[in-house]
């Protein structure tokens, strides 16, 4: 079955301390593979995305994610956190060439909290 | 990208109304998609289109009934919903094989 694992509802973070968000898929096809950020009552935000090359990939606001195949997990980083990061993180996986129907499987999403 | 709009941005109805959501995007992509996010769910995928034409209906209630008049516009129109409706609509776009991007949702509560 296809879906994808956050393992972490709810993370607290101090400031300028560095943050790693873990997210697992289970996808029978080669994946594309995002993440999104939302802030409290709007909509989603693409942080980064992975489509194929480098399995390390730089997004906006200074977050980074690494697709490791064989452990079937796309990790989000940031080296030093801001106060503003605080949002919810929503880890997601499409299908890639024959296999992308256009539809994305979305994560229950993670809570980050950020302490000053 | 901030290309996806969605109206109204709030909206409180009786079980009993008829009410529609509106989306519209004018990035050029063809694929236009509805989500529903509840508290403490995940996202719910209920309606995509491609080029107008609706390419899924994840089991979705009737009272709820998506119109896609072209590539750039997006509704949803609502009638005798349940309280259990309430929740942040949410649409997105995309090229159609690619990345969505989403709008800002519409929070939607139900007496």
């Known amino acids: 079955a296809q879906s994808v694992t956050q393992p972490d509802i709810h993370i607290t973070v101090s400031e300028g301390a560095s943050l790693e968000l873990r997210c697992n898929y289970s996808?029978?096809?080669?994946?594309?593979l995002f993440w999104y950020v939302q802030s409290p009552g709007q909509g989603l935000q693409l942080l980064l995305k992975?489509?194929?090359?480098?399995?390390l990939v730089q997004g906006i606001k200074g977050f980074e994610a690494e697709f490791k195949r064989s452990q079937s997990s796309f990790n989000l980083r940031k080296p030093s956190v801001h106060w503003s990061d605080a949002a919810e993180y929503f880890c997601?996986?499409?299908?890639?060439?024959?296999?992308?129907?256009?539809?994305?499987?979305f994560g229950q999403g993670t809570t980050l909290q950020v302490k000053p | 990208e901030t290309g996806v709009t969605q109206t109204p941005r709030h909206l409180v109805m009786g079980m009993t109304n008829k009410k529609s959501l509106k989306c519209e995007q004018h990035?050029?992509?063809?694929?236009m998609y509805w989500y529903k996010q509840s508290a403490k769910k995940p996202l719910e995928l209920m309606f995509v289109?491609?080029?107008?034409?609706?390419?899924e209906n994840n089991s979705v209630p009737s009272r709820f009934s998506p119109e896609c008049p072209n590539s750039s516009h997006l509704f949803l129109h609502l009638h005798t919903l349940q309280p259990e409706d309430s929740a942040l609509y949410l649409c997105?776009?995309?090229?159609?094989?690619?990345?969505?991007?989403f709008g800002p949702g519409t929070r939607l509560t139900v007496l």
């Open positions: 997601a996986v499409g299908g890639a060439g024959s296999s992308n129907t256009g539809k994305l499987i």
């Open positions: 992975y489509f194929s090359g480098d399995t």
């Open positions: 997105a776009s995309s090229p159609g094989t690619d990345t969505q991007y």
């Open positions: 996808y029978g096809a080669t994946p594309y």
């Open positions: 990035l050029g992509h063809n694929a």
């Open positions: 289109y491609n080029f107008k034409e609706q390419t």
